[in-house]
């Protein structure tokens, strides 16, 4: 079992930052691939970036790009989401979510989520 625990989300202003951070812990974490989801009021849960096993690969929504980047620290086994020129339409809750490499690709494990809100 994979345990995540996030936390960074917050209270900003249109244009500022924020940087989530989940960390992993249950697994060797270079088995895992990670994924940043959001979800905001009343909408579907969607796809915001990933990152594979070692780093080496990543890939995020066009809504996000240019803007946010994702990226790992095996020795925290962490993950971590710089968000940039954040928009009101960025406002959701955020959750890691992580996949066994060999596995059948899909994110097994999730995060409890950690609220982003951004005024306008």
């Known amino acids: 079992q994979v345990q995540l625990i996030e936390s960074g989300g917050g209270l900003v202003q249109t244009g500022g930052s924020l940087r989530l951070s989940c960390v992993a812990s249950?697994?060797?974490?270079?088995?895992?691939?990670m994924g940043w989801f959001r979800q905001a009021p009343g909408k579907e849960r969607e796809f915001v970036a990933s990152?594979?096993?070692?780093?080496?690969?990543?890939d995020y929504a066009d809504s996000v790009k240019g803007r946010f980047t994702i990226s790992r620290d095996s020795a925290k086994t962490a993950v971590y989401l710089q968000m940039n020129s954040l928009k009101p339409e960025d406002t959701a809750v955020y959750s890691c979510?992580?996949?066994?490499?060999?596995?059948?690709?899909?994110?097994?494990?999730w995060g409890q989520g950690t609220q982003v809100t951004v005024s306008s």
């Open positions: 979510a992580a996949r066994p490499v060999m596995g059948s690709g899909s994110y097994l494990y």
């Open positions: 249950g697994r060797a974490f270079s088995s895992l691939s």
């Open positions: 990152i594979n096993w070692s780093g080496s690969n990543t």
